[in-house]
Nanobody, 122 residues
Framework: QVQLVESGGGLVQAGGSLRLSCAASGSIFRINNMGWYRQAPGNERELVAT???????NYAESVKGRFTISRDSAKNAVYLQMNNLKPEDTAVYYCNADVLRYSPFSVPNVYWGQGTQVTVSS
């Protein structure tokens, strides 16, 4: 099995910063894409940022210039540095990973973390 565990959420004032971390563990041969998504109450889950195994990144327009995604492939970890936070960034943040479990020929599976709450007060 593969587990993703997020940490780093919390309560912060508008304009502040937080850094989210996510570590994957279990039977992992290699992780392809990793990403962060978020879901606010009453809304669908939406993409925040993704990063490929070659460290090419992609961001939602709403976070460009404020958030930075990075990864440490040796640790099977992904991070999200969030600066200049706004109340509309309030949501549960989830990490995910596209995992090859046993070999480069394994069928990739997507795994999700349990989520970490980020609350930005005005």
């Amino acid at each position: 099995q593969v587990q993703l565990v997020e940490s780093g959420g919390g309560l912060v004032q508008a304009g502040g910063s937080l850094r989210l971390s996510c570590a994957a563990s279990g039977s992992i041969f290699r992780i392809n894409n990793m990403g962060w998504y978020r879901q606010a109450p009453g809304n669908e889950r939406e993409l925040v940022a993704t990063i490929s195994s070659g460290e090419n990144s992609n961001y939602a327009e709403s976070v460009k210039g404020r958030f930075t995604i990075s990864r440490d492939s040796a640790k099977n970890a992904v991070y999200l540095q969030m600066n200049n936070l706004k109340p509309e960034d309030t949501a549960v943040y989830y990490c995910n990973a596209d995992v090859l479990r046993y070999s480069p020929f394994s069928v990739p599976n997507v795994y999700w973390g349990q989520g970490t709450q980020v609350t930005v007060s005005s």
